[in-house]
Each structure stands twice: as structure tokens, then as C-alpha cells.
């Protein structure tokens, strides 16, 4: 049974991001991946509240894409949350990459969104 053994695993590097991220003050910039789209959102670690979120299954984003399953998908979140960040006044973020390995979609949203003025 590979499939429950993986999630098994994800679910476990989930929690040890999640844990290197409880002292933080900064809202964290949390991303989450699925085989056909990627999400984004800005939360406050204080209240727990989502201050904004974007993804590919946005309309504004969606438009100009061949795939929302990519790294110029992601790039694009990446840019999209990076710009709705700035409009709030929020500079600097934590990035909780949810248990997903850095790499691939995940890499590509961050480095669009340091590209953006986001300092993560």
C-alpha cells in the first residue's frame, strides 16, 4: 500500500514545518498543492484568520494558462500573492510550505513571489 504510506509521510513533514513556525509573529505565507492546481493564502498567526488567498482556480489567474498544474502556473500565484501582500502592507512573510518537498511548483511560486518584493 504505497498511497496511505505516502500521505502517512506527508502528513508527518506537515506537522515539523507546522512546529518551526509557531513562534512566529509574521504572517505566514502557506502554500498548497493538489495534481491539477496550487494555492496560496496569507494568515495571521495571531488570530489564525486567512487575510488573502489566491490560486489557479481564480479567473484573473486561470486566463493566459495552458495548464494550472505547472511551474508558469505557480509562478504566476507566486506573482498574484506577492502583489495582494504589498497592497496590504505586508513586506515580509513566513513560508510554510505545508509538508511539500521544496522543489518543482513550490520552488517556483516562492522564487516568483521573492521576485515580486515579497521577502520570505
Known amino acids: ?7 502517512e ?7 515539523r514545518v507546522r512546529k518551526q513556525l509557531r513562534r ?3 504572517p505566514l505565507l502557506t502554500v498548497f498543492r493538489s495534481s491539477k492546481h496550487i494555492y496560496a493564502s496569507l494568515t ?12 489557479t482556480r481564480s479567473p484573473s489567474i486561470r486566463e493566459g494558462l495552458e495548464k494550472t498544474g ?5 509562478k504566476k500565484v507566486g506573482e498574484a500573492i506577492a502583489a495582494a501582500a504589498i497592497q ?29 518584493g515579497l521577502r520570505l
Open 44 to 55: 495571521d498567526p495571531l488570530t489564525g484568520k486567512t487575510l488573502t488567498s489566491v490560486s
Open 88 to 116: 496590504r502592507k505586508i513586506e515580509r512573510v513566513a513560508f510554510n510550505r505545508n509538508g511539500f518537498i521544496y522543489a518543482g511548483r513550490i520552488k517556483a511560486l516562492a522564487d516568483a513571489a521573492r521576485e515580486a
Open 9 to 15: 509521510l506527508w502528513k508527518k513533514r506537515k506537522v
Open 24 to 26: 512566529t509573529e509574521i
Open 70 to 74: 505547472d511551474k508558469a502556473a505557480a
Open 1 to 7: 500500500m504505497a498511497v496511505p504510506r505516502r500521505r
